[in-house]
């Protein structure tokens, strides 16, 4: 089970792939799935977003550039009021600055979408070669995705895992001290919550339609 940065050159191919970007994407679309959505359909960019949007109205809009929300989309990339939100027979278009980008460029028969939220669940049923995706910062390491990461794999080889060890340095981290000043602290917590939420969104086919 290998951990690679999505920010390598070029396609990221695997039979089954996780993607992990905690600070927020993934845990977004986790939340997004556990409050009812139908389906999330991930984009790369603003503009391919919008250029959707402008086709299928009938899409909620969500996402962020660089963590501020887009200016006149529904709703931003907070999974804090992702689960304040009856999203029952909703479908939602999506984009995010890392997440979703790093989504676009892996080719795999399905791709989970892990989160610590989710971490566990995704443990039960991922494959032993599966390839852990770290989003990462665009050209910038982001210790949470890794540690989430190592986390995943450490527990599928039924090594125990000191979480609360994890939690305090990844609070002591500069990805940390970035979402404070976003204002995001509550989003910050949230997404430290482990096994929270007991479900595995599946991206197949450019969306995520079945959770596991």
């Not at 980008?101 to 939220?117: D, H, N, P, T, Y």
């Not at 609070?171 to 970035?178: E, M």
């Amino acid at each position: 089970m290998d951990i690679v940065d999505g920010n390598i050159e070029g396609k990221i191919r695997a039979r089954e792939a996780v993607l992990i970007d905690v600070f927020r994407a993934t845990t977004s679309m986790v939340v997004m799935m556990y409050r009812g959505a139908e389906e999330i359909i991930p984009f790369e960019n603003e503009r391919m977003a919008r250029e959707f949007l402008s086709v299928h109205r009938e899409y909620i809009s969500a996402g962020e550039k660089d963590g501020i929300k887009i200016g006149d989309f529904d709703y931003g990339n907070s999974p804090v009021e992702f689960m304040s939100l009856d999203l029952r027979g909703k479908r939602v278009a999506f984009v995010s600055t890392n997440g979703t980008r790093v989504l676009k460029k892996i080719e795999s028969e399905r791709v989970l979408i892990g989160s610590f939220l989710n971490a566990d669940s995704i443990v039960r049923i991922v494959d032993d070669d599966a390839v852990l995706v770290c989003a990462n910062r665009q050209n910038l390491y982001s210790i949470e995705d890794f540690l989430c990461a190592s986390y995943i794999k450490a527990r599928k080889m039924g090594i125990d895992v000191d979480f609360e060890r994890i939690r305090k340095i990844i609070l002591r981290s500069g990805s940390a001290q970035r979402m404070r000043s976003l204002g995001a602290e509550d989003d910050m917590h949230f997404s430290l919550s482990l096994n929270m939420i007991p479900i595995v969104p599946v991206y197949r086919n450019g969306k995520i339609r079945e959770i596991l």
